[in-house]
Every structure is written in structure tokens, then in C-alpha cells.
């Protein structure tokens, strides 16, 4: 072999050797609001550019003409500038760009002029702007997410009017990959860091049902993997909380709907979320509904690391429909073209159980059971 050979046969292994690895994955950045993708691969160095940090090298900010550089450097040009003695919080936020288009919603990073920062900034679709409905749904998104401060949600910043009146709300512009996007790479990590983040996320869900809250749409489009070791459960627009009394807005809609009103919070009739992750009880619209249901989902996700597969399976709707009601899932094990530990099979199995009652019955149990060695 030559040594010209030699050395790109040794640059190709490094290559790999640091694909394995989770932090040196996230290499192609990808910036990511509420489940919502935008992927870029380019990368430049910044001349002229003095590096205290070794850490630091090729980090370039957007003054030196990577616009769409991961995370800006920071500079006393923008700490210490001073803040106008009138403020005019109409023109606080300026150079939108769209990240994403939902359904209902529209996500822009934009620059926060007073903190000199990027944040994200999510507002209703122009056609929705008006509807109430969804102006009740995008304030509790925002009043959750502000409410639930732990270290895997995504911290909210302000809620407020443009100068049209209407709503939005500004929350951390946070980078990295969806575990979809990872999973559609699953043969590139170990076990053990997949299941960490399942971990992570059980975290995010005993905190919320400690304060009152399920989250009902748990899934690896809503959990989002970071290059510094950041695991944040995503969207909690779906989110379902109670009054004082037990009661809840949902159940109050679905008395008027008897009267011929029809609108609900989940949907306008319509079941919200992701089908192959619901519980049977979500499913139903049980009134019932737990924290017992978040675990069934985060357990569908635990299979699907384990095997690659969903839980339920079916071409139409309706299928998936039938198959998450009905179905005892395969046993991820006999899907695997690799071995699996007994341990993690049977937990995530036991997650799947349709009776909520046989179920891990908090987030707690099920983070105890994930800590242990299952290997």
C-alpha cells in the first residue's frame, strides 16, 4: 500500500471511529424548534479571528459572514451595548427567518435586539390567527413550557402581540437532531446512549406530572438530541392539565358539544397526536386519562430503539387505529436482527400494556427500572 493510500485508509477509519460517537455526530448541524428540522452542512473558518479557547476553533459568528453559523461568538459589542433609554417593544425582534411551516403554526428564528441573541419566535398561521380555538392553544403551549422549568424542556421567554395583535411567543432556538433522525441512523450508536436519552426524557415527564401536567404526544419527532449532551422533550401543544376542582376544559367543551357547539381543545372532534404512539385511553378520549399514558408512549419509542419498528402496525389509519386498541405487539426481540437484553424487552413490553394499572405507574419507576443493569 502507498502512503498515499495508507493515510486516506487511516482518514476513512477516523472518519468512522468518530461517527460512533454521539457528541462528533452532530458534526452536520441541523437547527430544530418544536420537532421542525432545517439542515445545513456548510462549515467555514474565520480569518483574522483571535482564539482564546481551543474549544472555540471554527466557530465563526454571523459578523464574519457565516449567517447561518450554529452558535454566534460572543462579543462585548454585544453585551455591552447600551439599552434605549424608550422601549418599544414592537420593534424588540428583527431578521425573521422561517424555520419551519406547521400545520397550524409557523416557527422563525429571529434576533432579540434588547439581549442581542437569536431566539425562536412561534406564532399561529396567518389563516388561524384569528381563531380562538388555536389562540388558546398557542398560549397554553407557551404558559407550559414556561411553567415546567427543568433542564429537558425548552425555556419560554416571553409571550405577547406584534404590532397586528397577534400572538406569539419566544422560546430558546436549541440545535441538533430529532431521535427520529437519529434512529434513521440507529446502527451508529450504542445501546446504552439511546436508552439514556429515554432516561432523560422520563426525567421531563416525572417533572411534568409532578406539577399537573401530561404531555400526550411523546414521540422521537418531539425529543431532540443536542451536541453538548442535551436531551429536551419537545411541543406541548398538546398538553393536558386540570382546574383546582379535577376538572378540565376538554370535559367542559365536551358537555357543550352535546348542545351542538363541537369544539373541543383536542381537536374539534378530531383525534390530536400520533396514532402509532397514543395510549388506548388517549385513543378513547378517556376522561381518566394519567400520566400513565405518557409512559405507554414513551415506552412505543423504547421498542421502536430496541427494534426499529412501531408497536402498532396497519397500512390505513384505521389499522393503527385497531392494532394500538387490540394487538399485543411482537416482541421487539423476535424482530431484532440483533440480541436484546431481557431486561429492557420486558420493560418495554410492560410500558405497552393496554390496562394502564399493569403499567410502570410513574416516570420514577420506569427511570429506576431503565438505571438498573440491564445488560
Not at 461517527?19 to 445545513?40: E, H, M, N, P, Q
Not at 413550557?145 to 406584534?162: F, I, K, M, W
Not at 402509532?276 to 394519567?290: F, H, K, L, V, W
Request: net charge neutral.
Amino acid at each position: 500500500m502507498s502512503v498515499i493510500s495508507w493515510k486516506k485508509a487511516k482518514h476513512s477509519n477516523r472518519h468512522k471511529m468518530r461517527l460512533r460517537s454521539t457528541k462528533d455526530y452532530f458534526l452536520t448541524r441541523v437547527a430544530i424548534v418544536a420537532g421542525k428540522a432545517k439542515i445545513s452542512s456548510k462549515f467555514s473558518l474565520a480569518g483574522n479571528i483571535v482564539i482564546k479557547f481551543p474549544q472555540r476553533a471554527g466557530l465563526v459568528g454571523k459578523d464574519q459572514g457565516d449567517t447561518d453559523a450554529l452558535y454566534d461568538v460572543v462579543y462585548l459589542k454585544d453585551t455591552d451595548k447600551p439599552l434605549p433609554e424608550t422601549i418599544n417593544y414592537r420593534t424588540r425582534y428583527a431578521y425573521f427567518k422561517t424555520i419551519a411551516r406547521g400545520g397550524k403554526s409557523l416557527i422563525m428564528s429571529c434576533k432579540d435586539l434588547h439581549l442581542s441573541r437569536v431566539v425562536c419566535y412561534k406564532t399561529l398561521r396567518p389563516e388561524l390567527a384569528n381563531d380562538p380555538i388555536e389562540q388558546q392553544r398557542l398560549l397554553r403551549e407557551a404558559r407550559v413550557s414556561a411553567l415546567l422549568q427543568h433542564p429537558n424542556t425548552v425555556p419560554t421567554y416571553e409571550v405577547g402581540r406584534d404590532s397586528k395583535g397577534k400572538l406569539y411567543f419566544t422560546m430558546k432556538l436549541v440545535h441538533g437532531y430529532t431521535l427520529r433522525e437519529v434512529l434513521d441512523y440507529r446502527e451508529r450508536y450504542d445501546l446504552g446512549q439511546l436508552v439514556e436519552v429515554v432516561v432523560q426524557i422520563a426525567q421531563a415527564l416525572q417533572y411534568a406530572h409532578t406539577h399537573g401536567v401530561i404531555h400526550r404526544d411523546v414521540k422521537p419527532e418531539n425529543i431532540l438530541v443536542g451536541p453538548y449532551g442535551e436531551v429536551l422533550l419537545l411541543d406541548w401543544g398538546l398538553a393536558k392539565v386540570w382546574h383546582p376542582d379535577g376538572t378540565d376544559v376538554e370535559t367542559s367543551d365536551a358537555d357543550e358539544k352535546d348542545v351542538g357547539q363541537g369544539k373541543t381543545m383536542t381537536g374539534r372532534g378530531k383525534l390530536q397526536g400520533s396514532i402509532c404512539y397514543m395510549s388506548p385511553e388517549q385513543i378513547n378520549r378517556d376522561a381518566g386519562i394519567d400520566g400513565r399514558a405518557d409512559l405507554f408512549s414513551l415506552g412505543s419509542v423504547l421498542y421502536e430503539i430496541l427494534c426499529g419498528e412501531n408497536p402498532a402496525v396497519g397500512e390505513t389509519m384505521e389499522d393503527l387505529k385497531r392494532s394500538a386498541l387490540d394487538d399485543t405487539p411482537i416482541a421487539p426481540g423476535e424482530i431484532s436482527q440483533i440480541p436484546l437484553p431481557p431486561r429492557l424487552q420486558a420493560l418495554a413490553m410492560q410500558c405497552l400494556s393496554k390496562d394502564p394499572a399493569e403499567r410502570p405507574q410513574t416516570a420514577a419507576e420506569l427511570i429506576r427500572e431503565l438505571n438498573e443493569d440491564w445488560r
